[in-house]
Nanobody
Framework: VQLVESGGGLVQAGGSLRLSCAAS????????MGWYRQTPGNARELVAI???????NYVDTVKGRFTISRDNAKNTVYLQMNNLKPEDTGVYYC???????????????WGQGTQVTVSS
């Protein structure tokens, strides 16, 4: 199983970015999908999560600005980030909780990370 992220970059405060994370490989089913953020010297923190049933949850600092969504046909999760602020800067990682085909074992996978930099 492989996760490939895209969509990071440099943007001015108030701007928008859209992150994507596509899962591929021997996947039986995908459970929760989420986005995490990490800044230097800090632990990775959950930014947003979406369950297989479409339930979403966000860290308070991004509520009303970020939207997580998923396309189950494409095994892809998105994070639409609007009204970006300098404090949103960090490396964003997607995380996918899925069941592997054949063995039907459940496992967590991480994307490679994509840098988001918001300038003031």
């Amino acid at each position: 199983v492989q996760l490939v992220e895209s969509g990071g970059g440099l943007v001015q405060a108030g701007g928008s970015l859209r992150l994507s994370c596509a899962a591929s490989g021997s996947i039986f089913s995908i459970n929760a999908m989420g986005w995490y953020r990490q800044t230097p010297g800090n632990a990775r923190e959950l930014v947003a999560i979406i369950t297989s049933g479409g339930y979403t949850n966000y860290v308070d600092t991004v509520k009303g600005r970020f939207t997580i969504s998923r396309d189950n046909a494409k095994n892809t999760v998105y994070l639409q980030m609007n009204n970006l602020k300098p404090e949103d800067t960090g490396v964003y990682y997607c995380n996918v909780d899925l069941t592997i085909a054949i063995l039907r074992t459940r496992k967590d996978y991480w994307g490679q990370g994509t840098q988001v930099t918001v300038s003031s």
